[in-house]
């Protein structure tokens, strides 16, 4: 009778263990990546800005830089984004507050940002868009962006949340409900600091308490054994 307990509470002891002991490194791992995102950050704060565009609370969807027109308007309850006149991309069935001034009415899958090097001080235009407002399930969301150098120059890149660059990753902030990080969301959510400590705790908790366990058992086999 005896045997049959003390190998079920051995079992339970090295599950307990092992349990402990993969949600300890599920919050390494997290607290890791946690701290890159961080960094990288902040060395991008430290290399870049971003200029705002308001002109009187409001950001014009109409903008030229560098002699490169860019133009975002509705048309048909369509969303339409143009460069040089030339259309770029629509969106269908999205939503628009028509009391809504300027560029705040698309914000949901369209933004005007300029980026500022600050060393060299040299800026860019960026337009970043969700070129699939909407994803659901598994489904990748999905995101293009245009940068305008000063000559006027125009690179075009489409990508999802798992394959941007990092400055890609800044670009697309805002754009939709969830901040991406490059290395990791946590940092950017809600209650992100306390799950990472919740699952520290039940982690060491269940370690511990299958240690305990462990040595308990072994402790009564001896008494026994004597």
């Known amino acids: 009778m005896n ?45 870049y800005e971003f200029l ?20 975002t308007f509705l048309k048909k309850g369509n969303i339409i984004f143009e460069i040089k006149d030339e259309q770029e991309a629509t969106w269908k069935g999205v939503k628009v507050n028509p009391d809504t001034d300027g560029m705040k009415a698309f914000n949901e899958v369209i933004q005007y940002k300029v ?36 000559n006027g120059v125009i690179k075009k890149s489409d990508f999802t949340n798992e394959t941007k660059s990092k400055q890609e990753t800044q670009w697309i902030k805002g754009l939709s409900h969830e901040t991406y990080g490059y290395y990791s969301n946590l940092p950017y959510q809600t209650g992100g600091a306390t799950s990472l400590v919740v699952l520290i705790l039940l982690g060491v908790a269940s370690l511990t308490g299958g240690i305990f366990l462990g040595r308990k058992v072994l402790k009564k086999e001896k008494g026994e054994a004597a």
Request: hydrophobic share 40%; glycine share 8%.
């Open 3 to 47: 045997d049959g307990t003390n190998k079920r509470q051995l079992y339970l002891s090295g599950i307990l263990t092992i349990v402990g002991l993969l949600m300890i490194l599920l919050a390494a791992y997290f607290l890791i990546q946690s701290m890159r995102e961080t960094l990288y950050q902040n060395h991008f704060d430290k290399q």
């Open 115 to 150: 980026m500022v090097d600050k060393e060299t001080g040299k800026e860019s235009f960026i337009i970043a868009m969700q070129t699939n407002p909407g994803a659901k399930g598994s489904a990748p969301v999905k995101f293009r962006t245009y940068s305008i150098n000063e």
């Open 52 to 71: 705002s565009l308001k002109e009187d609370g409001v950001v014009d969807p109409v903008q030229v830089f560098h002699g490169v027109k860019l133009n």
